[in-house]
């Protein structure tokens, strides 16, 4: 069978349901496509085609009609920090190049119970740090649509393998618009959901309070049927709430009338690429198509959220990372050295520098007679953008801003950190206040997608993926796929 | 040269004695093989998070109500960052601004000690250096284990008080179960600080702490061993450094390990993996449920109810062990006899017990053995050397029966005046010289004759009444 990576999950469904294909056959299907073009782009940096097989034959012994468990036999790709004892678990770093978790993250034990075949892991930024996929040390990840251009980051491998149809489906994790960013980059469609709805247990921790793993793939309604397997509240992770939704159900109802959405007036503080402002004013364009009305509002702490998160977000980090210190597990520079030495020689060695530098940044920034002046007062802007946020929800459902003031960049692009820091600035505010967030295409420029972003309140990630599939539906624009990648 | 006055402020490390540990559900069982009672969390691998261990929230709140102190409806947890090998995820979890437990007050012979906080926190490991100058073996079984660490304010001025304060403080968490206390496997375990001035007028003293002691002597002579060295100091005019010192045990001084400058900066902020820490209704009420009577009650209580003097009834308030076993017998006894259940306990059983180095209520005597045999003992149906024998006959038996034993050994003590007259006449007859003697006035001679029909009745006649009997029965026949 032809073109299976351009078929819907609700086709892929009917097909194995029909007995078109088997899991096996589907299987093969997007590991022959990794095998082909990886080499490309560098997406995927564990796979191994025994291994997704080897699922597929148990899957296709239990495959039943029963509608219990829909995703059986659909193939997904895991992002490199989510632990899964099939696999390596590397962050994308040297310090855990070869490490193997002993347990599953529970995203991993649900989408096994689903019957999800896990064919692979994907290349990131080192940590998650990074916006890019510059900082791997598996090397860059190339964008399918350009492959000059970086396809985005921290889940730049999700993202590329997902648009140049290695899978169907992809996690990724958001704790700055890691998520969004680079589905934006590739053309997908990338949830955010709200903070607590999937657990982190087993997810490889960056910023603790901002982490959170999302489904990414072509449209919102795939995403949703990622939604309805990960979303169940895990007794093993502190901060995970319980969110009864039946996303796939949600989306086939209308859209409720008298919709609200609000588009910041400090926009125009910004400089935004005139592509993605030109596909910006398309998309309020169809998306008023659609009955919603929209609405000034202000979101004044947005600019101030930046700075904040690259406060708390270090701060965390050098605290989660200070564990890979070579006295356990992952990298250890060996030799006869003292205790310091071997500290310091096996983390000068073991991290890259993006993520040495937010160590050191986060460091800095929770010492004594400096808390204050930097990690308390981050707390206090987190604060006053909550109040803000809860203000704006009180009058919108939604808000729309671009999810990236430029299409994908150039590799090398930005040669001052703090540069490709700001990029991160409309994706940001929602990690703050742990809100969902949605990216999806919303235009193309040349041969480059362009995205946009939807902000929901608290546990409105069902809300979300409607509009967005309703707006697919009218536009499109989740359909095309890169000219190499066919 | 006056004596300077002493300011001493106590931490206290209480390690809970939950089943599981503080974040993670190992099993906390002591004396294992290195290593084997941990779980990934323990161990601080990637992805793994903590989960706060209820049982231990509830420990900690038991305490707080023993003492009346401030249970904080909403306590949070932070991180405390530093590297060493055995703390595996380089910090530990702990509370710093936002404890569980606010201020209380623990009395010590009618002095208020006021404790300043108490808070949740976890154990690190174990690094093991000798024997090895090449590597330091890590044993991460303690790792995660969870402590309650109790601050005094600095109320305490001498040695022997702060060891008033610690004895009391200890028996507590033992008495209410939230610890076995035990010291030598590091249950409870002090920092103290300590400063001196010369007199009232002047502040208080430059501050110094003593970390890691954990045994009372030790605490005391530490104590003691640092004030002398600070007074020495003011004597020569030195200036005393805020630091931190070791206790070493083999020379009885006080070292120093670091001094402020060089202190370490924990970096303390929220844990954000935890959500603050909400103390329910519900938890307090289980804790209540949870709570025994306090020894300082229950010593009025016995006094009152089983008569006991206020050093018998502290006797039983020993331990919670103790007291349970006493009030159960209390319980069990038909006859009231508190008393010979007093004696029983704290004669015989403890003699037995401390010989074979048991705790009570572990041993195959039982409370209703103990009421039964002081049941009989009232009702002069044993004597005392036969209690014994019983208690001793018990202890080697399991499921033993106190009458059973009695039947087989034939531990009755005879009552019946027609069966003593009989063994009377015999035996006086078959000693015809010495009852010539005792007719001329030889009336020592009538516990010869006990003695002899005791060894006729192998002990079972009742004492009292055999010599009522006999001394009737030489007058009257003879």
Known sequence: MKNLHTQSIRELIKLIENRLISAYELTSYFCDRIQTYNSKINAVISFDKDIALDQAKQIDHRITKKKSSPLQGIPILQKDLICSTKFKTTCGSKMLANYQSPFNAHVVNLCDAEGLIEIGKTNMDEFAMGSSNETSYFGNVLNPWEHTRVPGGSSGGAAAAVAAGFAPLATGSDTGGSIRQPSSFCGLTGLKPTYGAVSRNGLIAFASSLDQIGPMAKSAEDCAYLMDVITKKDPKDSTSQQYDMQFVDYLKNDIPPKIKIGIPKELKNFTIDSSVEKAFGETVQSLKGLNVEFVEISLSSMELALPAYYIIAPAECSSNLARYNGALFGYRHEGDNSLQEMYSKTRTEGFGKEVKRRIIIGTFVLSKGFQGQYYQKALSLCHNLKMEFKKIFSICDFILTPTISTPAFEFNAYKNPVEMYQSDLFTIPANLCGLPAISFQAGMHGKLPIGAQLIGNHFKDHELLQLVHHFQKATGWHEIYPEDYQ | ?478
Request: glycine share 4%; hydrophobic share 35%; with cysteine.
């Open chain 2, 1 to 478: 040269m006056t004596a300077p006055l002493v300011t001493i402020g106590l931490e206290v490390h209480v390690q809970l004695n939950t089943k599981s540990k503080l974040f993670s559900s190992s099993s906390t069982e002591f004396g294992h093989q290195p290593n084997k009672m941990t779980s990934e969390i323990d161990v601080g691998l990637p992805g793994t998070l903590p989960v706060i261990n209820k049982e231990a929230v509830i420990k900690a709140a038991m305490f707080a109500l023993s003492i009346d102190a401030q249970l904080n409806e909403k306590s949070i947890f932070a991180r405390k960052n530093y590297f060493y090998p055995d703390l595996p995820k380089s910090y530990q979890i702990t509370q710093e601004a936002y404890p569980i437990i606010g201020e209380g007050v623990l009395k010590v012979d009618n002095k208020e000690i006021r404790i300043e906080r108490a808070h949740l926190e976890e154990d690190a490991g174990k690094s093991i250096h000798d024997g090895h100058s090449s590597y330091t073996l890590i044993d991460l079984n303690r790792a995660g284990q969870p402590l309650l660490e109790i601050v005094t304010k600095p109320d305490i001025t001498s040695a022997q008080e702060a060891i008033k304060y610690l004895k009391k403080l200890h028996h507590l968490v033992r008495y209410i179960d939230i610890s076995d206390g035990n010291m030598q496997e590091g249950s409870f375990r002090c920092d103290a600080n300590i400063s001196i001035r010369m007199s009232s007028d002047e502040p208080l003293g430059t501050r110094v702490e003593i970390k890691n002691l954990n045994s009372f002597r030790f605490i005391e002579k530490a104590i003691d061993y640092e004030v002398s060295r600070q007074h020495l100091a003011l004597m020569n005019n030195e200036k005393i450094i805020q630091e931190t010192r070791l206790f070493q045990e083999s020379s009885g001084k006080t070292l120093s390990m670091r001094s402020k400058e060089n202190a370490a900066d924990y970096r303390y902020f929220p844990e954000p993996d935890l959500p603050p820490l909400v103390i329910t209704e519900a938890l307090i009420q289980q804790a209540k449920d949870n709570l025994p009577t306090l020894p300082e009650k229950r010593v009025q209580e016995l006094m009152l109810s089983t008569h006991l003097s206020m050093d018998e009834a502290e006797m039983v308030t020993t331990s919670r062990a103790t007291e349970y076993f006493y009030s159960e017998c209390v319980k069990k006894t038909n006859t009231q006899s508190y008393k010979t259940i007093y004696n029983l306990i704290f004669g015989e059983l403890s003699a037995l017990i401390n010989k074979n180095q048991k705790s009570i209520g572990f041993q195959s005597v039982k409370p209703e053995h103990i009421a039964l045999i002081a049941d009989y003992l009232s009702e002069k149906k044993i004597s005392q050397p036969m209690a014994k024998e019983i208690i001793n006959a018990l202890w080697h038996t399991n499921n033993g029966s106190v009458d059973k034993i009695i039947q087989e050994k034939g531990l009755r003590l005879v009552h019946d005046d027609s069966k003593l007259i009989q063994l009377i006449e015999k035996v006086v007859h078959s000693f015809p010289e010495q009852a010539q003697q005792y007719k001329d006035g030889k009336t020592k001679l009538l516990s010869f004759f006990v003695g002899q029909i005791m060894k006729e009745t192998k002990g079972n006649a009742d004492p009292g009444t055999l010599s009522k009997l006999l001394s009737k029965y030489l007058k009257e026949s003879l």
